[in-house]
């Protein structure tokens, strides 16, 4: 299993340019989300998916998108880009949301936006 | 709210020192404890867990407990190594199933 894929790893931004950030997991989990990392703040949730067609916001959702039409995948879109989005992106799943339930994270797509 | 309190970084310590890294929650009911660690480059990955009071989760020799009468799940490793490098993260998930992470704490290990 590759677990959690994201793509693309770098990526800069013009300011009011737009992207979708990829993520797909092979492990069939139902549940997969959005965070942002951002220097010495640890993780805040942006969006969360708790099964093909079913999306909600977390902590942080202003700015962004995401759909989920597959288990596998769950891309996350940025429309008008701005300085305040600069951040490591890690998409994340679990198989359930149970409370020992793991989540696992992708290796994180870096966005810078200038 | 809900929160995480982590011990703020960075720590510095020889091979072979002992760890500690303290981790104090704020939340009702019966959350669930983790830490996570991130390398270098990498994403975070599961280092231990604990889902109930007095529970001790344990791997790769770091060890924590959940203390429930002190909120607290601190993180202990006898003797470091210098693998051991990276930004270790406490969080926890409650009632909302959702995780709630502390800001992170970054450890260097010297040869």
């Known amino acids: 299993n590759a677990g959690v894929t994201q793509t693309p790893k770098f990526r800069i931004l013009k300011i009011g340019q737009s992207m979708t950030l990829q993520c797909t997991q092979d492990m069939n989990h139902n549940y997969m989300y959005w965070y942002r990392q951002d220097p010495g703040m640890g993780l805040k949730l942006i969006y969360y998916?708790?099964?093909?067609?079913?999306?909600d916001k977390g902590e942080v959702p202003n700015g962004y998108n995401v759909s989920r039409s597959t288990t596998e995948d769950f891309p996350l879109r940025l429309e008008l880009a701005a300085p305040s989005q600069t951040s490591v992106y890690f998409c994340?799943?679990?198989?359930?949301?149970?409370?020992?339930?793991?989540?696992?994270f992708g290796p994180g797509t870096r966005l810078t936006v200038l | 709210g809900d929160s995480v309190t982590q011990m703020e970084g960075p720590v510095t310590l020889s091979e072979e020192a002992c760890l500690t890294i303290?981790?104090?929650?704020?939340?009702?009911?019966?959350?669930?404890l983790f830490w996570y660690v991130q390398y270098p480059g990498e994403g975070l990955q599961l280092l231990l867990k604990a889902t109930k009071a007095d529970d001790k989760g344990s791997n790769k020799g770091f060890e924590a407990t959940y203390r429930k009468e002190t909120t607290s799940f601190h993180l202990e490793k006898g003797s470091v190594q210098v693998s051991d490098s990276a930004v270790y993260f406490c969080?926890?998930?409650?009632?909302?199933?959702?995780?709630?992470f502390g800001k992170g704490t970054l450890l260097t290990v010297n040869p």
């Open positions: 969080a926890y998930r409650g009632s909302n199933y959702k995780l709630t």
């Open positions: 994340a799943s679990s198989l359930d949301r149970g409370k020992g339930g793991e989540q696992f």
């Open positions: 998916s708790v099964g093909a067609g079913i999306t």
């Open positions: 303290n981790c104090t929650y704020t939340a009702t009911g019966y959350p669930s």
